[in-house]
C-alpha cells in the first residue's frame, strides 16, 4: 500500500489524468490489469504515451495570441476534448481577465522565458444602484473598461456592514451599462458605496480538478494595481478544487497573494518561488485538506507561508522562506494535525514560526501540530521570537530544531510558550544566541534535559 508521501507524489506526476475511485483490488474487487478506454468509464485508463498538446505563442503556434483570449481558447479546446497540455511558447501574455483552469489540463510554459502579466487595474464608482437578483451595473467613468474584462465589485453591505466581493466578466455593454457573465446575488446599493475594479488572478480554477500548472512566470504587475485579498485572488488562486499540482512556478510582484486556495483538496506545490508578493507566498485556504508543500522558496512576502483556517494533515517540507516581512510561517484558527518539516526560515520581520491565538470557538487552536529538523535564523527586531506559541493552543510537538540568532541577544527569545498552552513537547532543540531561549509562562514545563544544556543560557530561563 502507497504511504501518503509516495500517494501524493504519484498525484504530482501525474498530468491530470489521476484514477478516481476506489483502488484497484480493494476489498476484494477484481484487480485491473489491463485498462482499456471505454465509454463513460472515467475510473481506468491506460498511462497514455501522449495526450493532446496545443501550442500557443505571440507570433507562431496551433493558436496564435498573446491575450487570455488565445490561452483560454486553448485550454477550453483540450478540456473539450477528454483533456490535454497547452504548452506556452516563449512570450510575454499580457491579461485583461483570469485564465480559467477546466478539469484535466495541463498548463506549461518554458520558465522565465513565458511569461504572464496583466494590465494595470482600473476602478470606478457604480452610478446606478443594482440589486442582488440583477445581471448589470452602471459605472460612472467605464473609461479603461471593456468587454470581456475581469472584474471585481466591492461594496459595503447595507443591512450589516459587511465586505461585500463579487467576482464577474463583463459580457456586453451600452455605454456605461455592462451586462455581467453572472447574476450579482448581493444587493450594490449607493449607500454602500460599491465600486469596480479591473482586477483578477492570473490564472484560476473553480470547482475543477486533476490540473498540472508548471514551468511558467507569473508577474503580478503589483506596482500597477490595487490590492486584491488572496481570499479571492493571487497569481494563482483556486476555489473548490482537487487533485491540483502546481510545481516550478514562479509568481511574483502581486498586490495581494502569491499562490492562495481555498476549500481545495490535495494541492502539491512543489519547487516554486512566491517571491515581493503584497500579501501572502503560499496560503493554503480555509478548509484544505492534504495540501503537500514541499521544496519551494518563499521570499520577501508579508508572510511566507499561512496556513488559514481549518487546514489539515498538511506536510510542509524542505522550503526556504528568508526575509518575510512579518512572519516565516503563520499557523492558526483550528489548523491541526499538520507538519512542518525541514524548513530553513530566516530574517522573518517579527516572528519565525507563530501558533496564532484563536478566542471565536471553543478549541479552535492550532493543536496537535509538529515542528522538527527546521532550521529558524535572525527572527524579528529587538524583541524578535524564533517560535511563538500563543493563547490555548496543545499538543505540539518542537522537536530537533536549531534556533540561532547571530545578532546577539538583545531582547530576543527562541521559544514562548503563552500561559494558557498545554502539552507543548520540547526535545533535542539547539538554541543559541537569545537573551531567553525559552520564555515559558506556564506553571509548569515539559523540557528535555538536551534543551536546557544546549542553550547555554539555562540561567536566564
Not at 57 to 72: L, M, N, Y
Not at 329 to 346: A, L, P, Q, V
Not at 424 to 444: H, M, S
Request: proline residues 4%.
Amino acid at each position: 500500500m502507497l504511504d501518503r508521501r509516495n500517494f501524493l507524489a504519484a498525484v504530482g506526476a501525474v498530468t491530470g489524468y489521476a484514477l478516481r475511485g476506489r483502488p484497484a483490488g480493494a476489498g476484494g474487487d477484481p484487480l485491473v490489469k489491463n485498462p482499456r478506454a471505454t465509454d463513460g468509464d472515467e475510473r481506468f485508463e491506460p498511462a497514455w504515451d501522449e495526450r493532446l498538446t496545443v501550442r500557443v505563442g505571440a507570433k507562431r503556434g496551433d493558436i496564435v495570441g498573446a491575450t487570455e483570449k488565445a490561452i483560454q481558447a486553448a485550454v477550453d479546446y483540450a478540456a473539450a476534448r477528454g483533456g490535454g497540455t497547452v504548452q506556452l511558447l516563449p512570450g510575454t501574455y499580457t491579461l485583461r481577465n483570469a485564465i480559467y483552469l477546466p478539469s484535466g489540463v495541463r498548463l506549461t510554459g518554458s520558465g522565465p522565458d513565458s511569461v504572464i502579466t496583466k494590465v494595470p487595474s482600473v476602478t470606478t464608482s457604480l452610478a446606478a444602484e443594482s440589486d442582488w437578483y440583477d445581471q448589470e451595473i452602471t459605472l460612472k467613468d467605464a473609461t479603461g473598461f471593456q468587454t470581456g474584462d475581469g472584474i471585481v465589485l466591492t461594496a459595503r453591505d447595507p443591512s450589516t456592514k459587511g465586505p461585500i466581493v463579487i467576482k464577474r466578466t463583463l459580457v456586453a455593454r451600452s455605454g456605461n451599462r455592462f451586462k455581467l457573465d453572472d447574476g450579482l446575488r448581493k444587493n450594490l446599493w449607493l449607500v454602500g458605496q460599491p465600486k469596480a475594479s479591473l482586477l483578477f488572478p492570473l490564472l484560476t480554477a473553480e470547482n475543477a480538478a486533476d490540473i498540472v500548472i508548471e514551468n511558467l512566470t507569473l508577474d503580478g504587475n503589483g506596482a500597477n494595481n490595487e490590492n486584491l485579498n488572496g481570499n479571492y485572488g493571487g497569481c494563482i488562486f483556486l476555489q473548490d478544487c482537487n487533485r491540483i499540482t502546481i510545481r516550478h512556478v514562479t509568481a511574483h510582484n502581486y498586490n495581494g497573494d502569491g499562490i492562495s486556495f481555498q476549500v481545495c483538496h490535495d494541492v502539491v506545490i512543489e519547487n516554486c518561488h512566491s517571491h515581493h508578493n503584497r500579501d501572502l507566498g503560499v496560503h493554503p485556504g480555509s478548509g484544505s485538506q492534504r495540501p503537500l508543500i514541499r521544496n519551494n522558496r518563499l521570499e520577501a512576502n508579508r508572510i511566507g507561508l499561512f496556513w488559514c483556517w481549518g487546514v489539515k494533515f498538511g506536510l510542509a517540507e524542505g522550503n526556504r522562506i528568508h526575509d518575510n516581512r512579518d512572519y516565516g510561517i503563520s499557523i492558526g484558527h483550528n489548523d491541526t494535525d499538520n507538519i512542518m518539516r525541514g524548513n530553513e526560515i530566516s530574517g522573518s520581520g517579527r516572528v519565525g514560526i507563530v501558533f496564532r491565538d484563536e478566542k471565536r470557538g471553543q478549541d479552535f487552536w492550532p493543536n496537535r501540530n509538529t515542528v522538527e529538523h527546521n532550521r529558524i535564523l535572525n527572527s524579528g527586531d529587538e524583541d524578535g521570537i524564533a517560535v511563538d506559541i500563543r493563547g490555548k493552543t496543545h499538543d505540539l510537538r518542537i522537536v530537533r530544531n536549531e534556533l540561532r540568532e547571530t545578532r546577539g541577544p538583545a531582547r530576543r527569545i527562541g521559544i514562548r510558550i503563552s500561559a494558557e498552552a498545554r502539552n507543548v513537547e520540547l526535545a533535542d532543540n539547539t538554541i543559541e544566541g537569545f537573551y531567553k531561549p525559552i520564555a515559558d509562562l506556564r506553571a509548569t514545563c515539559r523540557r528535555s534535559p538536551g534543551d536546557r544544556e544546549r542553550t547555554g543560557q539555562s540561567g536566564n530561563e
